[in-house]
């Protein structure tokens, strides 16, 4: 019996259906039945009984089923073994706004580089909701960005209808970065409306739903990075706006010449949904599941 056999049994049981897995195994439902029927005939027993709607396992063949994942299984890991030495050249993609990638790329290399030394993690920067179009279109399978709440619910039934899973990390917040010396620095909350005569150092994917509408009429510069952000900050007496984890994500905020105010008064009560986004985990890569896994403890252990 060929061991492809037992794979396509699996997948019958799973979708309790042979049209079903037929489809997902990507082969005719009559090529599918005729290996069902070839497999019951040198077994010597029906191993599907036949019900309207769908297929259910027949005693003998629950026990047929039984083996059969554990033989898949076994040879997965003799595969594993085989592809070790390959694994040196295996590379991750992750696609990340800069914002996230700077408090990011640091940790997640380390643990990687000291627990996973054949990994190779490559960090492509992408900006806001383009992470997840660019998964879709198969740039890649794994992603971190932010959302505005009313942008991640007009993408969900998108990403459902693609295959991508979302998780929420954490709900972030917006900041004001000012001058320690800043009149607005001794405030204990500040407004949208205290930014209006600021000039203001935003990075260039600034979230644009309606609140910044609030913002119109300052004077911006737009940069790419958050360390630029910070020097504009710092030194030319600008004001920023940023989510609580790129403003600690490293030490800089911890210098004599930063500060941070919440900010009150935005739509959606200042929420801003930071998420990870991720093909389903059975069509990940173990190098990609290995990655997933350390991005969520990443997050659980220490959110900002």
Do not use: W
């Not at 039934?157 to 607005?184: E, G, R, S, T, W």
């Amino acid at each position: 019996m060929r061991l492809d056999y037992l794979s396509d049994l699996i997948e019958i049981e799973r979708c309790q259906s042979i049209s079903g897995a037929a489809q997902n195994l990507y082969l005719g439902q009559t090529t599918l039945s005729t290996i069902l029927k070839n497999v019951e005939a040198e077994v010597g027993f029906k191993i599907f009984e036949r019900l309207i709607g769908g297929v259910a396992p027949t005693p003998d063949g629950e026990a047929v089923l039984s083996l059969a994942k554990e033989i898949c299984a076994i040879y997965e890991c003799i595969q594993q073994i085989g592809q070790a030495d390959r694994q040196s050249e295996r590379t991750v993609t992750l696609l990340a706004a800069p914002s996230i990638i700077c408090g990011l790329a640091l940790p997640l290399n380390a643990i990687l580089q000291r627990d996973h030394p054949y990994i190779t993690l490559n960090l492509k920067e992408t900006t806001g909701e383009e992470v997840g179009i660019r998964i879709i279109q198969n740039a890649a399978n794994i992603g971190i960005t932010y959302y505005s709440r009313k942008a991640l619910e007009e993408f969900k039934p998108i990403a459902k209808k693609y295959n991508v899973c979302i998780h929420v990390l954490f709900q972030d917040k917006l900041c004001a970065l000012l001058p320690l010396k800043h009149p607005l620095a001794a405030r204990d909350c500040i407004m949208p409306q205290d930014f209006q005569k600021e000039s203001l150092a935003l990075l260039s994917h600034f979230l644009t739903d309606s609140d910044t509408t609030l913002l119109k009429n300052n004077r911006f510069i737009y940069l790419k990075y958050v360390d630029q952000v910070k020097q504009s900050v710092a030194q030319q007496n600008m004001v920023s706006i940023l989510c609580r984890y790129p403003i600690f994500c490293d030490e800089d905020i911890n210098n004599d010449r930063l500060t941070v105010v919440p900010i009150s008064g935005f739509n959606d009560e200042n929420q801003i949904p930071l998420c990870v986004l991720h093909r389903e985990r059975k069509n990940l890569c173990s190098a990609e599941q290995i990655l997933l896994e350390h991005i969520l403890t990443c997050f659980q252990s220490s959110p900002p």
